[in-house]
């Protein structure tokens, strides 16, 4: 069984890991989306935050660059598993079955930290969307694009970083988006030219063609004229923006978030929130009120584990 298990892997779940592995907890923290972040990674990974204590200016993406390097830099850090939604929360004798998407595991505590709620994709809306392997929502890795025809979908600074980024290493890279004028800094749409991306706007997609499991081609139509264009393809990248889901344990809530105690437990024993997902009395929903909140669950939930323990204030 394990010590704790931390449902999300936004901001505050990282840095509650980080605490956790600083207090010799041993345990799982399960993010539902592909990648770590939240908030920061999904709506806005290029603002500066600049209200952290000390830090000044960051770029959303670093800070969670250095949360995830933070977490991990620990030699007895928690496992981190990626793309593993937390589906349900059941009593079991001494502590709790956590069921995800990939199978059940129990723990002693658990750490709520899912803020607005599971990050996904927003897909096409094509019927036969989800036949294709090498139709994507997110780049891992140049490699694999090394010398191939790749389509971008979308307008925002996303899509457009993304066939920069790319045009170094395919052989071709098509961006199409619906309307006339991308949502994206100038500087990175003025860079498509120079990178040779061939820009399709206002153009919408109107099939993905293909065998088996393999896109071979899209077609695409103009919005304003009567014209269908078929691109070739080796991969198509969506970048559409994402969409929530929330959560929905079954714990005492209100209409702002999750109700917890002065040290954050919720309304289920050993069950303790954080974050965005809560709501008290004077909540601020930020970041460092968030960290503060962390600190006190995660001593909390360490004394309870370990009440003969002195427990470290400072590392
Ligand atoms: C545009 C914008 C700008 C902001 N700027 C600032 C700023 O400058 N300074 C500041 O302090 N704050 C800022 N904030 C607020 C800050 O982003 C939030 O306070 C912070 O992201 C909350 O972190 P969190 O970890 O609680 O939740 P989130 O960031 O929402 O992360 C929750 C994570 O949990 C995952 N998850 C949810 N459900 C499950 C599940 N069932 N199983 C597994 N994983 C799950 C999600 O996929 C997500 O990754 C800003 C917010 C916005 C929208």
């Known amino acids: 069984m394990e010590e704790i298990i931390i449902i999300g892997g936004g901001p505050l779940g990282l840095y509650a890991s980080t605490l956790a592995s600083l207090h010799n907890l041993k345990g799982i923290l399960f993010e539902g989306s592909q990648s770590f972040g939240g908030q920061l990674d999904s709506l806005y990974p290029e603002k500066d935050i600049i209200d952290l204590p000390g830090i000044g200016r960051i770029r959303a993406k670093d800070y969670v660059r250095d949360l995830v390097n933070q977490t991990m830099s620990n030699p007895n850090h928690l496992d981190l598993h990626l793309s593993e939604e937390v589906k349900e929360i059941n ?126 081609s899209i077609t695409i139509s103009h919005l304003e004229v009567e014209r269908d264009e078929t691109l070739n393809v080796d991969y198509v990248i969506v970048q ?47 970041l460092t009120c968030g960290f503060g909140e962390a600190v006190i669950a995660i001593t909390k939930i360490d004394q309870k584990l370990n009440p003969t323990k002195n427990i470290p204030i400072h590392f």
Do not use: W
């Open 240 to 286: 559409y923006g994402n969409i929530t889901s929330p959560s929905a344990f079954p714990l005492k809530s209100n209409k702002q978030g999750i109700e917890v105690s002065t040290t954050f437990e919720t309304s289920l024993p050993n069950v303790y929130a954080i974050g965005n997902c809560v709501y008290y009395d004077g909540k601020v929903k930020n």
């Open 91 to 216: 009593p079991i004798e001494g502590g709790y079955k956590v069921t995800t998407s990939k199978g059940d595991y129990e723990t002693k505590f658990i750490l709520i930290t899912t803020g607005m709620g599971k990050f996904s994709p927003r897909k096409i809306n094509l019927p036969n969307e989800d036949q294709f392997s090498n139709l994507l929502y997110s780049v891992n890795g140049l490699e694999k694009f090394h010398s191939k025809r790749v389509c971008v979908l979308g307008g925002g600074d996303s899509a457009v970083d993304i066939a920069n980024m790319l045009s170094h290493v395919c052989s071709e890279v098509n961006i199409v988006h619906r309307r006339n004028d991308f949502r994206a800094q100038q500087n990175s749409v003025d860079e498509l030219k120079n990178n040779r991306v061939r820009v399709f706007k206002p153009y919408l997609i109107k099939s993905l063609n293909g065998e088996g499991d393999t896109l071979k």
